[in-house]
């Protein structure tokens, strides 16, 4: 993907340098799947899977932050993620004036080990996330190097749809379908609300695409392998994928963000035609 000369985005606090300590010595996507295993055992309740999976025994001390310095490889893929969101933030202001609506761009809050949101209390431990409370998308940049050394998904086209992707959920909550489908989500069982975080983990997907397209058209920025590096990454994180990784076998009932086969499929439609009405749910 070519970003070269193009603009940072200036909606992003750098918490970087305060460090609040790293998830036991996993690595990120290390912990995701112990967490899985034991969100898949626990009925779907998140809260359980974190604690019993020990993915915070490591963040104990996250109330002691300590500075630390920044590598140049962290810094070159934290200027990299600015000109992603700076992308999204051109391409969705450019979509919303053609459907008459206004885009307020989400924050991004880059951090290490642990974070405060209006969610509550993050972690590197769950990945990249969304929270809509204050409008922002949670990253520690390490994901991706995780990302490729555990699931092997590299690249940096395989990067920015992990952020449009984020984005995708910034645009459900402008349209009101994040807060229509949780509401209703709180009043179906586990099982039929896993099926509605099905739905919108796909749009989502299918808005990362979405981005992708209109991206190239502005900017022609697209380069041989890119939509493989997307689609490859959009397979490893399966919902099917990530539990057979994790312990041999998948249960369809529990998943929360679709197969490999339907992430590849809902992201591939949006990179092709760009267009939102293919994403109704």
Not at 133 to 138: E, V
Not at 180 to 206: G, P
Request: hydrophobic share 35%; with cysteine; glycine share 12%.
């Amino acid at each position: 993907m070519n970003l070269s000369g193009r603009r940072e985005s200036s909606n992003v606090d750098d918490r970087r340098r305060l460090s609040g300590g790293k998830a036991g010595g996993l690595g990120i996507v290390g912990i995701i799947v112990v967490i899985a295993i034991t969100y898949f055992t626990n009925g779907g309740d998140l809260f359980q899977a974190v604690t019993q999976s020990g993915a915070l025994d490591g963040l104990s001390g996250q109330g002691i932050q300590t500075e630390r310095e920044l590598t140049p490889e962290e810094q070159e893929l934290a200027h990299f993620s600015k000109q992603v969101l700076a992308s999204t933030e051109d391409v969705w202001t450019e979509v919303f004036r053609q459907m008459g609506r206004t885009y307020v761009a989400p924050r991004m809050v880059l951090y290490t080990g642990s974070v405060q949101t209006g969610c509550g209390q993050g972690s590197a431990s769950v990945g990249p996330f969304y929270c809509s409370a204050d409008q922002a998308l949670y990253i520690d940049l390490s994901f991706f190097s995780e990302m490729k050394s555990t699931l092997g998904a590299d690249g940096d086209f395989a990067y920015a749809y992990v952020i449009a992707h984020e984005v995708g959920h910034h645009v459900q909550h402008l349209l009101g379908t994040l807060e229509e489908c949780h509401n209703k989500m709180a009043r179906l069982s586990q099982t039929e609300a896993n099926k509605v975080s099905v739905r919108l983990e796909l749009q989502a997907d299918f808005y990362a695409g979405v981005w992708g397209y209109h991206e190239n058209e502005m900017y022609s920025s697209l380069e041989d392998g890119d939509l493989q590096e997307a689609i490859r990454c959009a397979e490893v994180i399966g919902d099917n994928y990530l539990q057979e990784k994790a312990r041999g076998y998948s249960q369809p009932e529990t998943f929360t963000h679709g197969t490999s086969d339907q992430r590849m499929h809902w992201l591939k439609l949006g990179l092709t035609t760009g267009d939102m009405k293919r994403g109704e749910i």
